[in-house]
């Protein structure tokens, strides 16, 4: 395995429970391993071979915004609407209660994750899809969208400083 899959899927998954993190990880390599032989075998996809380290930081971020960002989302929205239809303040799971101080957290990562997104031109259906063929040309329309932007290659022009990570 690359030095950057390792690195990239490694911040990913810091600090995760470890059977969400081992699941991510998974995942991960599945998909990267998919999208490389697709990249290397397809005509339609190996615009994309010159870019393989944008895919695996892309690929990763995918499967990070629905496996975690998504999930926050929505338990931030089922907040909203128990204490919208009710006169609940915390909701309680387990021996977890989800309040008010708990949704501002998960607000303050969903706001600083949807800045990223910006900052970089990342929409929501880059990340999402079924099949990774599916990602490959989200990959590729995010890529025709970004040349216009900027006509070289699509992955250079940010350090590691650019990135919050």
């Given at each position: ?30 998909r990267y391993r998919e999208a490389a032989y697709m990249i ?62 708990e949704k501002n957290k998960l607000l303050g990562i969903l706001i600083n ?53």
């Amino acid at each position: 395995m690359a030095d950057q899959k390792s690195k990239i899927i490694g911040i990913i998954c810091y600090k995760l429970p470890f059977d969400l993190s081992n699941q991510i990880y998974h995942e991960f390599e599945n998909r990267y391993r998919e999208a490389a032989y697709m990249i290397e075998k397809f005509s339609y996809y190996k615009r994309l071979k010159r870019d393989m380290s944008a895919v695996e930081i892309l690929l990763a971020m995918s499967i990070f915004h629905k496996r975690i960002i998504t999930n926050l989302d929505a338990a931030v929205k089922f907040q909203d609407t128990v204490s919208r239809n009710s006169n609940a303040t915390t909701i309680s799971i387990g021996g977890y209660d989800f309040d008010q101080k708990e949704k501002n957290k998960l607000l303050g990562i969903l706001i600083n994750y949807r800045k990223l997104q910006q900052r970089f031109g990342l929409y929501d259906q880059v990340f999402e899809y079924y099949e990774t063929k599916e990602f490959l040309k989200q990959v590729i329309k995010f890529k025709s969208s970004f040349g216009k932007r900027n006509r070289s290659n699509f992955n250079e022009g940010y350090t590691e400083e650019d990135f919050p990570f």
